[in-house]
């Protein structure tokens, strides 16, 4: 009785065409009976051989070994999604960034010589490992200007603020 049963099985091919490259794949596969994909509108799992209906996309398909076999799918390796090889990130495609673009860089140097000017802290806050971590997390590109090239800008910007103010005194400046 018991070979009457698995006859019919072994009888039963899973078939699964060398086109179709997704990782879901391995555990689907079509019906093939004496050498002929029986069709094309069903798969079967190779595991437990449920049969499910195939649209055309394995969206469907994915949730069945992740849900009903997920010991399987650890002794495999993985499975489904999260496995094997992955679509390439852009920014991998794209050359190593070395930093801002000089107007922006430029840019945030000159804030943060406004922000040691307005709010009377050392130069060398700078150098401080917190300052350095939080201006890391808001722009991780973004090289912190050296202690001469502050020096400079506080320079230039003490001289534009002199001049300014002496506009003002004048009249020139409103």
Known sequence: MAA????????????????????????????????????????????????LKYHGTTSNLRAHPSTLHPGKLEVDGGG?????????????????????????????????????CEDMRPINVIYGSGFQAFVHELEPRFKIPCFRTISGKITKLYDTTKDDIRGMLRGEKL
């Open 80 to 116: 489904g999604e999260g496995s094997g090889p992955r679509q390439a990130r852009i920014d991998s495609m794209l050359p190593p960034s070395r930093g801002l673009p000089y107007a922006r860089q430029n840019r945030a140097a000159d804030l943060l010589t406004r922000f040691v």
């Open 4 to 51: 009457s049963t698995t006859a019919p099985e072994e009888e039963i091919d899973i078939y699964t065409p060398d086109h179709l490259k997704s990782n879901v794949w391995r555990y689907f596969g079509f019906e093939k009976i004496q050498g002929k994909i029986t069709g094309k509108d069903k798969v079967t799992c190779r595991i437990c051989r449920t049969k």
